[in-house]
């Protein structure tokens, strides 16, 4: 069975700890720890969606102004997932600049910032074009270890004791699945755009009732069709 993603560790064994996983089919990725990443070219920094950092000891944290330097200028949001006092920690970061020339920016990024606690997680937005100010305003769930389950992927969680609040990561993939081509072609079905929304529905168990536009023919129903 063929992966969907792809993962490197970012630095050596007595650098700072780091796993960069790519998706190379949505072109997107996620990064765990972040500690110095100046190993990442600019293209890879750009495609980084969600970081999961476990701690923000300096050898897990340090890379934050390299990410946002990076990030600056362009349109895009990244989710943000750390222990108890993420929140301050990302606010500390934030306050360290002068942003009186961000207006000017025509694309602004949007940091989303998850605190993970033992029975909350509290969800707080920065956004660039607002000089990354702090507001009283947050979402607050509660605690579960499911971070993440989209398009196949699932992204777990655990607390841990390391002197301070620690956050241990799992990731896991679904079955990755292969259309069968020839099974296409008998059924003289051309390939196209719905493949990507059939597989997608079987991923996020979409009601069976989905209709899926191939040519000028229609699928009823995702059960009737045999393309394995």
Known sequence: MSSSLKSKLINGPFDDPGLYIY?????RAFLF???????????????????FISHTHIDHFCGFDHFLRIMLGHNKTVHIFGPDGILKNIEGKLSGYTWNLVEKYQQGLV???SEVGSKFIKTKKYLCRERFLSSDSFEQTAFK??????????????ILDHGISCLAFSIKERDFI??????LMKLKIMQGPWINDFKHALYTDKNQESIFVFSTKKIAAIHNINLF
């Open 145 to 158: 270890d499911v971070l993440v389950n989209e398009s196949g992927i699932k992204v777990k969680t655990r």
């Open 23 to 27: 998706f190379p089919l949505v072109n």
């Open 33 to 51: 720890d972040l500690g110095s990443i100046n190993s990442l070219s600019i293209k890879e920094i750009l495609r980084i969606k969600k970081i």
């Open 111 to 113: 940091l989303i910032v």
């Open 178 to 183: 292969n259309i069968d081509k020839s099974a």
